[in-house]
């Protein structure tokens, strides 16, 4: 008996080989992250008084930077399909438009979960020691899987509009570097005028600070309630402006 894979199914496999296929990809989305929280916590960690152990303060901002740090790749497979052809065939062989997008940001969130289990499997051994319970551990997944599909579908939209794939790549530049002008690394009251403000408002900020709250079991729901907003606004405009650009090119 043969049975007929969902063209999602397929188009998530397809992604995950070129994924595979491509070790600094891999590099990006995996081991960057971990390189970053070595050189903060063993080189920069003693310069900076959080009023806890850094490696705890710092894990949180990191969890949200291995969210971005795998995005480049995914703006930049997604512009290869629009203008190398590959969507004009798949549209002669009746693959959904959906599919294609939806297997995309699959495969970032995927990859993003393999990062981050990674990323705190070497905070552990760091001496890592949130005082999260089962149900603090879930709303992490919850709010980092959240997250990661909206940064998903914003990197998709940004790959589609993108003129060429290393352009694409570029284009999810700013969203790596956001996180760095956050309260990742250090809180935002501690920095200058102008730019603790931007800290302060800007969307990754409440993220960090809900994932920070819920690994030390100190969550505020103001902040909870920000990064939900935050993460869902983000995710309906990726997905509108990607629909639509798709339909206009494909």
């Keep these: 008996m043969t049975t007929t894979k969902s063209p999602a199914i397929v188009m998530l496999r397809r992604n995950f080989k070129h994924i595979a296929r491509n070790p600094t990809s891999v590099f990006n989305a995996v081991l960057m992250p971990i390189i970053?929280?070595?050189m903060f916590v063993y080189m920069f960690g003693d310069a900076f008084n959080v009023g806890v152990d850094y490696i705890d303060y710092a894990t949180p901002g990191l969890i949200l930077l291995a969210v971005c740090y795998g995005l480049g790749a995914t703006a930049t497979s997604v512009n290869s399909d629009m203008t190398k052809g590959i969507i004009n065939r798949f549209k002669v062989m009746d693959v959904s438009r959906g599919a294609v997008l939806v297997g995309h940001v699959v495969a970032s969130v995927l990859t993003n979960l393999v990062?981050?289990?990674?990323?705190i499997g070497?905070?552990?051994l760091l001496g890592f020691s949130p005082a999260a319970s089962a149900l603090d551990w879930l709303g992490v997944a919850a709010i980092v899987v959240l997250l990661g599909v909206a940064a998903g579908w914003l990197t998709v939209a940004l790959g589609l509009a993108a003129k060429s794939p290393e352009t694409a790549g570029m284009a999810a530049v700013p969203l790596v570097m956001l996180p760095f002008f956050s309260s990742a690394i250090v809180p935002a009251d501690k920095m200058g005028?102008?730019?603790?403000?931007?800290?302060?408002?800007?969307p990754f900020t409440p993220i960090i600070e809900t994932i920070r709250g819920l690994l030390s079991d100190a969550s505020e729901s103001g902040d909870a309630i920000a990064a939900v907003a935050w993460c869902v606004g983000i995710a309906v405009v990726g997905y509108l402006w990607a629909s639509a650009t798709f339909k206009k090119r494909a």
């Design 36 to 38: 970053i929280m070595l």
């Design 115 to 119: 990062a981050i289990a990674a990323l």
């Design 122 to 124: 070497v905070a552990f």
């Design 193 to 202: 005028p102008g730019l603790r403000q931007f800290a302060e408002y800007q």
